[in-house]
């Protein structure tokens, strides 16, 4: 495939960092690839893997002359981050992330980003619970989805054209990856990834917690006889703590909801157990092994990712 | 390995049951494996799958002459198999049980087996969400803990020494399909099954009926966007509803104290999230990983079953 951006510059080479780096050199998407990472030391590691040709650690030295700029730093850090590459980007660059989020991040950015930079938040729904600059694979996309949120009307952009020009070479750059793309608004994909992602981690994150608490069974009994069920769940809640942080503090109003919801659904599942409601518990757990077989028919379980689907979808 | 039991009768042909008919005949550790299925078909595809040399749809018919049985049906049914399998029993046989919870299995059987029979409850700590003949593989309790609830006093037995041998063999045989055995009470059993394993299938259940149930996010963006953390909670809720429901009836109260405690944590972190206690959050998050780094030295996590553990433990 011929070279979509001639060079990319990836902020934060963590697990997504990484992939797109090793991914956009994989299938030849960038002629160069610049990087940054907070420490000298990640940033050696990353020379010495060949994520990158470049490695700075202050972003602003490794934005300049980028045709598409990445951010892969937890969302917490991207007003900082934003505020200063913004003056030295290159005039009809991109600007795109790849945080969990995306309300917020429209809300951090949209002031700082000049506008002859096309600002583009995205979000691949992709990952491992693994984390840092050791961890990416450049397969990580293949199959999976990834979510643009483009600023839902073009009227200040200052070229309608050019912006949709630059929407087409991002989703193209994903879609070279093994990605299918769709575009939503950011609180859409707030309320979708709040459901999809953001609650089932905090409730596997809590389940962690209360076994860790109990006083009847030991901590080694957790762990001996984790492969009932709970081992899926300390899996889960293995994923970066900083990173989960700042979901939770920026997706608040969407987690809550859906949270709301968890409980009240566990309310009544817990009353049918109380009450001995046996055709209410089987009817309820029945159900769900349709949702089951319409995750791994849409080749979105995680033994079967289905690149041949993702170019289907390149139109 | 010389085979410890001369024949086994294996009642209900699931997952696990399957499992063991495999294991044990791979393993040498039986020399005759009767099987006993609900319906003709499932016989029919046992006797295909070479899981039994003869399979009956009477339990009475499939305990006659065994020195092992083997209950691997719903816990549901223990009481009238048990009922109608005791008097045909061979005296001095064992009665033992695959079932997930084990306070419930005393309770059903303890008034109908005679004292001539061995009764040892059991419980294999392995699985996967797969069900039915065709889903048991040899190698499923490799590595695994199979948790064996022996009657707590002796007393009743009328020959202590022959109690102990049939312990014993017991053991022997689930060491032999590679297996870790532990010793505990019924109710302590219990306790410990209800959170590393009830509980967190039942939220596993619970997250899938809400997202199922959203009018604000459709069904197929909960199943295209899934491979965000959703994905691994439809594996866990699609395991075979009648055992689940089964489960959750006879384990209820052990379930609910574990439940209380799991909402009483989760609404501390809902607590936090909505306060934007950022700090709380991280060190929560942070401390997973240390119960998530523990289970995978165990060699609980399932991608690293390890045999060589299982006969480290062979005493």
């Given at each position: 495939m011929a070279a979509i951006y001639d060079t990319i510059s990836i902020i934060g080479m963590g697990l997504i960092g990484s992939s797109i780096a090793l991914a956009s050199k994989k299938y030849g998407l960038a002629n160069h690839v610049i990087g940054c990472a907070r420490t000298e030391e990640t940033c050696q590691t990353a020379l010495d893997l060949g994520l990158a040709?470049?490695?700075?650690?202050?972003?602003?030295?490794a934005v300049e002359g980028a045709d598409l700029v990445i951010l892969c730093t937890p969302v917490g850090t991207f007003k900082e981050i934003g505020t200063a590459i913004a003056p030295l980007m290159k005039p009809g660059a991109t600007l795109t992330d790849v945080g969990s989020v995306k309300q917020a991040v429209v809300d951090a950015l949209e002031d700082i980003v000049p506008a002859d930079i096309h600002f583009i938040p995205g979000h691949p729904v992709a990952g491992t619970e693994q984390s840092g600059?050791?961890?990416g694979f450049s397969s990580l996309f293949k199959g999976r989805w990834c979510i643009l949120t483009p600023p839902e009307s073009n009227v200040y952009q200052p070229d309608i054209d050019e912006a949709e020009q630059a929407l087409e070479k991002l989703?193209?750059?994903?879609?070279?990856?093994g990605s299918m793309v769709e575009i939503m608004t950011p609180t859409h994909h707030d309320l979708v990834l709040a459901i999809t992602s953001h609650?089932?981690?905090l409730i596997a994150y809590n389940i962690v917690g209360t076994a860790r608490d109990l006083e009847t069974v030991t901590a080694s009994e957790v762990i001996k006889y984790s492969a009932g069920g709970f081992r899926d769940f300390t899996r889960i809640a293995s994923s970066d703590p900083t990173m989960w942080r700042d979901i939770f503090l920026t997706n608040k109003d969407a987690v809550l909801e859906m949270l709301g919801r968890f409980t009240e659904d566990l309310s009544a599942l817990q009353r049918a157990i109380r009450w001995g409601d046996g055709e209410s518990l089987y009817d309820f757990f029945a159900e769900s092994r349709n949702v089951r077989r319409r995750v791994v028919e849409a080749g979105q379980d995680e033994d079967t990712p289905d690149f041949g689907r993702a170019h289907e979808d390149e139109s």
């Open positions: 040709e470049r490695m700075e650690t202050d972003p602003a030295k600059p050791t961890a989703k193209s750059f994903w879609m070279g990856m609650v089932p981690h």
